[in-house]
C-alpha cells in the first residue's frame, strides 16, 4: 500500500471555528489532492498541489485554503466551518510520469461540524 | 473547464451477468488519462484500471474493459461475469497534468 495517510480520522467541530486537516505522504510523489465527497456529488476536487508552494484551486475551493511547506505534507484548512463543510475529505498523492500515473488515496476524514 | 459526468447513479446486475457503466468528459486537452476507479463500502479508492488517450487501443483487466471513444469524450466501463464482490461505488476520472477530476459515481448492486 502506498504510504499516505490522513488526520485525523473524524473530527467533530462547531461552526465558526478553525479545523485544519493534515495529509502525510512518504512516497515522495510530486502532486497532492484533497477531495470532499458527498452524496450524489461523487469526489469533488478541493484544492491540489504540484510541488512544494505550488498549489491550484479545484471546483469547490470557497471557504478552503491549503499549504505545502514539505514534499510530504499537505494541509487543508477551514478557515471558519460551517454546516455545509460537513463531508467526508479524501486526500489522493500521485506521480504521473507517462508509466505511473496512478493516484493513491488516504483512508478519509469524516468531519462534522456542528 | 474540464467535467466528467456519470449520468447513472445506480446500476444492478445479475450474478455472472454483463454491465456497463457511462462515462463521459469534456476537455480541449488531447493528450490525458483516464481511470476507472472502486470505491467499496470501506471507503478505500482502488484502481481498476486506466487508459491513456493517445493510445487508440481499449484498455483490458480480466473480466474488466473499456469502451473509449476519444472523438465522442466517452469512456464507458464493462465487467463481464459480474461477481458479489464487484458491488461497490464506481468512479471515473479524467487527468492532464495534475488536475485530476472525478465524476459523481455510479453504485454497482450485483444481485445473486
Known amino acids: 500500500d502506498a504510504g499516505i495517510t490522513q488526520s485525523p480520522r473524524h473530527k467533530v467541530t462547531e461552526t465558526g471555528t478553525p479545523v485544519t486537516l493534515r495529509c502525510h505522504q512518504t512516497?515522495?510523489?510530486?502532486?497532492m489532492y484533497w477531495y470532499r465527497q458527498d452524496p450524489g456529488h461523487g469526489l469533488r476536487l478541493i484544492h491540489y498541489?504540484?510541488?512544494?508552494?505550488?498549489?491550484d484551486k479545484g471546483e469547490v475551493s470557497d471557504g478552503y485554503s491549503v499549504s505545502r511547506s514539505k514534499t510530504e505534507d499537505f494541509l487543508l484548512t477551514l478557515e471558519s466551518a460551517t454546516s455545509s463543510q460537513t463531508s467526508v475529505y479524501f486526500c489522493?498523492?500521485?506521480?504521473?510520469?507517462?508509466?505511473?500515473?496512478?493516484?493513491?488515496f488516504g483512508q478519509g476524514t469524516r468531519l462534522t461540524v456542528v | 473547464a474540464q467535467t466528467v459526468t456519470q449520468s447513472q447513479p445506480e446500476m444492478s446486475v445479475q450474478e455472472a451477468e454483463t454491465v456497463t457503466l457511462s462515462c463521459t468528459y469534456d476537455t480541449s486537452e488531447s493528450d490525458y488519462y483516464l481511470f476507472w476507479y472502486k470505491q467499496p463500502p470501506s471507503r478505500q479508492m482502488i484502481l481498476v484500471i486506466r487508459q491513456e488517450a493517445y493510445k487508440q487501443q481499449n484498455a483490458t483487466e480480466n473480466r474488466f474493459s473499456v469502451n473509449f471513444q476519444k472523438a465522442a469524450k466517452s469512456f464507458s466501463l464493462k465487467i463481464s461475469d459480474s461477481q458479489l464482490g464487484d458491488a461497490a461505488m464506481y468512479f471515473c476520472a479524467w487527468v492532464n497534468t495534475g488536475k485530476l477530476i472525478f465524476g459523481q459515481g455510479t453504485t454497482l448492486q450485483v444481485k445473486p
Open positions: 489522493a498523492i500521485s506521480e504521473q510520469v507517462r508509466t505511473n500515473t496512478e493516484a493513491f
Open positions: 512516497e515522495n510523489h510530486r502532486y
Open positions: 498541489s504540484y510541488g512544494v508552494k505550488d498549489t
